[in-house]
Protein backbone atom coordinates (compact mmCIF):
# COMPACT_ATOMS: atom_id res chain seq x y z
CA UNK A 1 0.00 0.00 0.00
CA UNK A 2 0.69 3.90 -0.48
CA UNK A 3 3.46 5.07 2.69
CA UNK A 4 4.17 8.21 3.30
CA UNK A 5 6.90 8.93 5.58
CA UNK A 6 7.04 12.26 8.09
CA UNK A 7 10.62 13.41 9.67
CA UNK A 8 11.67 14.23 12.16
CA UNK A 9 8.56 12.25 14.50
CA UNK A 10 9.13 14.97 17.37
CA UNK A 11 11.37 18.32 17.55
CA UNK A 12 12.51 20.25 20.40
CA UNK A 13 13.82 23.62 19.64
CA UNK A 14 14.04 27.31 20.66
CA UNK A 15 11.99 29.78 20.39
CA UNK A 16 13.20 31.84 17.31
CA UNK A 17 14.88 29.24 15.75
CA UNK A 18 13.33 27.75 12.37
CA UNK A 19 12.09 24.16 12.61
CA UNK A 20 12.04 21.70 8.84
CA UNK A 21 9.74 19.20 8.68
CA UNK A 22 9.73 16.49 5.55
CA UNK A 23 7.33 14.56 3.60
CA UNK A 24 7.79 12.05 1.68
CA UNK A 25 5.48 9.70 -0.36
CA UNK A 26 7.88 6.36 -0.54
CA UNK A 27 6.58 4.23 -2.95
CA UNK A 28 3.65 6.53 -5.11
CA UNK A 29 3.90 9.86 -7.03
CA UNK A 30 2.09 12.60 -5.15
CA UNK A 31 0.75 14.86 -6.92
CA UNK A 32 -1.22 16.89 -4.08
CA UNK A 33 0.21 17.05 -0.27
CA UNK A 34 -1.92 18.54 2.45
CA UNK A 35 -0.06 20.08 5.91
CA UNK A 36 -2.51 19.34 9.23
CA UNK A 37 -2.15 20.85 11.97
CA UNK A 38 -3.98 19.19 15.21
CA UNK A 39 -4.51 20.66 19.05
CA UNK A 40 -5.07 17.86 21.96
CA UNK A 41 -8.00 16.10 21.65
CA UNK A 42 -8.67 18.07 18.68
CA UNK A 43 -9.50 17.30 14.45
CA UNK A 44 -7.04 17.92 12.05
CA UNK A 45 -7.08 21.79 10.68
CA UNK A 46 -5.80 21.62 7.19
CA UNK A 47 -3.14 24.93 6.52
CA UNK A 48 -2.40 24.50 3.54
CA UNK A 49 -2.44 22.54 -0.16
CA UNK A 50 0.61 22.34 -2.06
CA UNK A 51 0.93 20.90 -5.77
CA UNK A 52 4.56 19.91 -7.02
CA UNK A 53 6.35 22.81 -8.84
CA UNK A 54 3.91 25.59 -7.72
CA UNK A 55 3.31 27.87 -4.73
CA UNK A 56 1.22 26.71 -2.37
CA UNK A 57 -2.72 27.37 -1.12
CA UNK A 58 -2.63 28.25 2.24
CA UNK A 59 -5.99 28.34 4.63
CA UNK A 60 -7.46 31.49 5.76
CA UNK A 61 -5.86 33.21 9.14
CA UNK A 62 -2.79 30.48 8.10
CA UNK A 63 0.38 32.64 7.89
CA UNK A 64 2.65 31.96 4.90
CA UNK A 65 5.09 33.81 5.73
CA UNK A 66 5.48 31.37 9.04
CA UNK A 67 4.90 27.85 7.48
CA UNK A 68 6.57 27.72 4.65
CA UNK A 69 6.62 25.06 2.03
CA UNK A 70 8.17 23.96 -0.71
CA UNK A 71 6.81 20.92 -2.65
CA UNK A 72 10.27 20.45 -4.66
CA UNK A 73 9.18 16.87 -6.47
CA UNK A 74 6.20 14.30 -6.67
CA UNK A 75 7.63 12.46 -3.58
CA UNK A 76 8.74 15.55 -1.32
CA UNK A 77 7.38 18.53 0.40
CA UNK A 78 8.58 20.66 3.28
CA UNK A 79 7.37 22.58 6.24
CA UNK A 80 9.19 25.24 7.88
CA UNK A 81 8.02 26.56 10.65
CA UNK A 82 9.80 30.15 10.59
CA UNK A 83 10.78 32.16 14.20
CA UNK A 84 9.48 29.29 16.08
CA UNK A 85 7.36 30.87 19.28
CA UNK A 86 5.30 28.52 21.58
CA UNK A 87 2.75 28.77 20.43
CA UNK A 88 3.64 27.42 17.01
CA UNK A 89 3.70 24.11 19.80
CA UNK A 90 1.56 21.32 18.00
CA UNK A 91 1.51 18.03 16.69
CA UNK A 92 1.82 18.78 12.69
CA UNK A 93 0.72 16.00 10.08
CA UNK A 94 1.47 15.60 6.18
CA UNK A 95 -0.78 14.10 3.91
CA UNK A 96 0.02 12.85 0.39
CA UNK A 97 -2.72 11.99 -2.70
CA UNK A 98 -1.59 10.29 -5.58
CA UNK A 99 -3.97 9.61 -8.83
CA UNK A 100 -4.82 5.92 -7.54
CA UNK A 101 -3.27 5.99 -4.08
CA UNK A 102 -6.32 8.49 -2.74
CA UNK A 103 -4.86 10.20 0.86
CA UNK A 104 -2.23 8.82 2.59
CA UNK A 105 -1.48 10.61 6.27
CA UNK A 106 2.74 10.79 7.56
CA UNK A 107 3.04 9.56 10.85
CA UNK A 108 3.01 13.06 12.46
CA UNK A 109 5.02 15.82 14.16
CA UNK A 110 5.50 16.89 17.30
CA UNK A 111 7.16 20.47 17.51
CA UNK A 112 7.58 21.50 21.30
CA UNK A 113 8.93 25.18 21.47
CA UNK A 114 10.99 26.29 24.64
CA UNK B 1 -17.13 26.02 3.86
CA UNK B 2 -18.38 22.31 4.24
CA UNK B 3 -18.74 21.54 8.06
CA UNK B 4 -18.75 18.17 9.36
CA UNK B 5 -20.84 17.01 12.23
CA UNK B 6 -19.82 13.93 13.83
CA UNK B 7 -21.33 12.20 16.90
CA UNK B 8 -20.90 11.18 19.10
CA UNK B 9 -17.97 12.79 20.94
CA UNK B 10 -16.76 9.97 22.91
CA UNK B 11 -18.09 6.46 23.65
CA UNK B 12 -17.15 4.00 26.55
CA UNK B 13 -17.90 0.80 26.22
CA UNK B 14 -17.13 -2.81 26.91
CA UNK B 15 -15.22 -5.10 24.86
CA UNK B 16 -17.62 -7.15 22.94
CA UNK B 17 -20.14 -4.75 22.33
CA UNK B 18 -21.44 -3.73 19.23
CA UNK B 19 -20.37 0.74 17.94
CA UNK B 20 -22.07 2.94 16.06
CA UNK B 21 -20.78 6.47 15.06
CA UNK B 22 -21.66 8.64 12.30
CA UNK B 23 -21.68 11.96 10.51
CA UNK B 24 -23.53 14.35 8.50
CA UNK B 25 -22.86 17.28 6.32
CA UNK B 26 -24.49 20.65 5.52
CA UNK B 27 -23.21 19.84 1.70
CA UNK B 28 -23.20 16.89 -0.41
CA UNK B 29 -19.78 14.98 -0.59
CA UNK B 30 -18.68 12.52 -3.64
CA UNK B 31 -16.71 10.68 -1.15
CA UNK B 32 -16.56 10.18 2.48
CA UNK B 33 -14.01 8.66 4.10
CA UNK B 34 -13.44 7.28 7.63
CA UNK B 35 -9.84 7.22 9.66
CA UNK B 36 -8.80 5.81 13.03
CA UNK B 37 -6.20 7.72 14.69
CA UNK B 38 -3.74 6.33 17.37
CA UNK B 39 -2.15 8.81 19.75
CA UNK B 40 0.84 10.24 18.76
CA UNK B 41 -0.01 8.82 15.37
CA UNK B 42 -1.38 9.90 12.05
CA UNK B 43 -5.02 8.83 10.98
CA UNK B 44 -4.76 5.71 9.01
CA UNK B 45 -7.49 4.77 6.51
CA UNK B 46 -9.89 2.05 7.84
CA UNK B 47 -13.02 2.67 4.69
CA UNK B 48 -13.06 4.44 1.73
CA UNK B 49 -17.07 5.24 0.40
CA UNK B 50 -17.39 6.78 -3.17
CA UNK B 51 -21.05 6.02 -4.25
CA UNK B 52 -24.15 7.13 -2.99
CA UNK B 53 -25.43 4.01 -0.46
CA UNK B 54 -22.53 1.96 -0.87
CA UNK B 55 -22.23 0.38 2.17
CA UNK B 56 -18.69 -1.56 2.64
CA UNK B 57 -16.73 -3.51 5.24
CA UNK B 58 -13.51 -4.40 6.24
CA UNK B 59 -13.27 -6.88 8.82
CA UNK B 60 -15.32 -5.78 11.79
CA UNK B 61 -15.75 -2.31 10.43
CA UNK B 62 -18.76 -1.77 8.45
CA UNK B 63 -19.35 1.92 6.74
CA UNK B 64 -21.80 3.12 4.73
CA UNK B 65 -22.47 6.33 2.25
CA UNK B 66 -26.36 8.20 2.65
CA UNK B 67 -28.05 7.95 0.28
CA UNK B 68 -28.79 11.90 0.00
CA UNK B 69 -24.49 12.17 -0.04
CA UNK B 70 -24.93 14.34 2.87
CA UNK B 71 -24.21 11.66 5.60
CA UNK B 72 -22.12 8.67 6.71
CA UNK B 73 -21.52 5.94 9.41
CA UNK B 74 -18.96 3.29 10.39
CA UNK B 75 -20.15 0.56 12.37
CA UNK B 76 -17.28 -1.40 14.52
CA UNK B 77 -18.54 -4.52 16.04
CA UNK B 78 -17.54 -7.18 18.60
CA UNK B 79 -15.02 -4.30 19.97
CA UNK B 80 -11.88 -5.14 21.42
CA UNK B 81 -9.67 -3.39 23.29
CA UNK B 82 -7.42 -2.35 20.18
CA UNK B 83 -10.18 -0.11 18.76
CA UNK B 84 -9.60 2.50 20.99
CA UNK B 85 -8.59 5.65 19.25
CA UNK B 86 -10.14 8.48 17.56
CA UNK B 87 -12.24 7.81 14.67
CA UNK B 88 -12.69 10.63 12.58
CA UNK B 89 -14.86 11.16 9.06
CA UNK B 90 -13.63 12.98 6.24
CA UNK B 91 -15.44 14.29 3.45
CA UNK B 92 -14.20 15.46 -0.32
CA UNK B 93 -17.31 17.79 -1.20
CA UNK B 94 -18.16 17.27 -5.34
CA UNK B 95 -16.46 19.31 -7.86
CA UNK B 96 -13.92 16.95 -8.88
CA UNK B 97 -10.31 18.37 -9.07
CA UNK B 98 -11.01 19.45 -5.03
CA UNK B 99 -8.91 17.61 -2.87
CA UNK B 100 -9.30 18.65 -0.10
CA UNK B 101 -10.92 17.00 2.84
CA UNK B 102 -12.56 18.10 5.30
CA UNK B 103 -12.75 16.30 9.02
CA UNK B 104 -15.36 15.88 11.54
CA UNK B 105 -14.35 16.79 15.01
CA UNK B 106 -13.61 12.98 16.15
CA UNK B 107 -15.07 10.28 18.42
CA UNK B 108 -12.96 9.02 20.86
CA UNK B 109 -13.77 5.49 21.67
CA UNK B 110 -12.77 3.84 24.80
CA UNK B 111 -13.25 -0.03 25.36
CA UNK B 112 -13.50 -1.57 28.53
CA UNK B 113 -11.77 -5.10 28.74
Known amino acids: GAVVSQHPSWVICKSGTSVKIECRSLDFQATTMFWYRQFPKQSLMLMATSNEGSKATYEQGVEKDKFLINHASLTLSTLTVTSAHPEDSSFYICSAAGAREGYTFGSGTRLTVV | GQQLNQSPQSMFIQEGEDVSMNCTSS?????WLWYKQDPGEGPVLLIA?????ELTSNGRLTAQFGITRKDSFLNISASIPSDVGIYFCAGQPSGGSNYKLTFGKGTLLTVNP
Open chain 2, 27 to 31: SIFNT
Open chain 2, 49 to 53: LYKAG
